[in-house]
């Protein structure tokens, strides 16, 4: 089966440019998404297709995918940034990677 | 706006069947553009996807699960269903449903809130 690999927690300083990886097999041929998850709360959707914003979602996400790795990019980060993030690949049925708690310190 | 919205008891005996609804508030969910989908996330722990339905009916669940899970829907009352027989202490988790965008690699555009299934006796 199809996995999808993140670092377990990533930190930044407020204001910094935060980059979150998600890495799997020839991960650059797939479409990947990314989901925030505040404490306490359910998944919101932030980027999707790789580089795409949904509708409310800050100008500071952005995302891109390449050969084995997609990475998830807050530039600016804000306290409220502080959460646990997820890509998603599909194969055949939904990928989750394991999650990265971003700590904003 | 959509809201998707889950429940049943949040307390369940190992053995006994697992039976949450997610009731979808706004539009068809016989709608072509979509699907549905139910995923877990154990206590401290992360995404875990179960499986998902389409509008034709047809079902997808994660391997390691199909042998307990069904997924169901009630297009006139707009809500999916999720069963998961034989219950563990590992069952334990909230419990989501997500709408899935219909494209060539499907993502969850929107989500529940979530509901907290405890598998205890």
């Known amino acids: 089966s199809y996995e999808l690999t993140q670092p377990p927690s990533v930190s930044v300083s407020p204001g910094q440019t935060a980059s979150i990886p998600c890495s799997g097999d020839k991960l650059g041929d797939k479409y990947v998404s990314w989901y925030q998850q505040r404490s306490g709360q359910s998944p919101v959707l932030v980027i999707y297709?790789?580089?795409k914003r949904p509708s409310g979602i800050p100008e500071r996400f952005s995302g891109s995918n390449s050969g084995n790795t997609a990475t998830l990019t807050i530039s600016g980060t804000q306290a409220m940034d502080e959460a646990d993030y997820y890509c998603q690949a599909w194969d055949s049925s939904v990928v989750f990677g394991g999650g990265t708690k971003l700590t904003v310190l | 706006q959509l809201q998707l919205q889950e429940s049943g008891p949040g307390l369940v005996k190992p053995s006994e069947t697992l039976s949450l609804t997610c009731t979808v508030s706004v539009g068809s969910i016989n709608n072509g553009s979509y699907y549905w989908g139910w995923i877990r996330q154990p206590p401290g722990k992360g995404l875990e996807w179960i499986g998902n339905?389409?509008?034709?009916?047809?079902?997808y669940y994660k391997p390691s699960l199909r042998s307990r899970v069904t997924i169901s829907v009630d297009t006139s009352r707009k809500r999916i269903s999720l069963k998961l027989s034989s219950v563990t202490a590992a069952d334990t988790a909230v419990y989501f449903c997500g709408r899935l965008v219909t494209v060539t690699s499907p993502y969850l555009d929107h989500w529940g809130q979530g509901a907290l299934v405890t598998v205890s006796s």
């Open positions: 297709q790789d580089t």
């Open positions: 339905i389409y509008s034709s009916g047809t079902t």
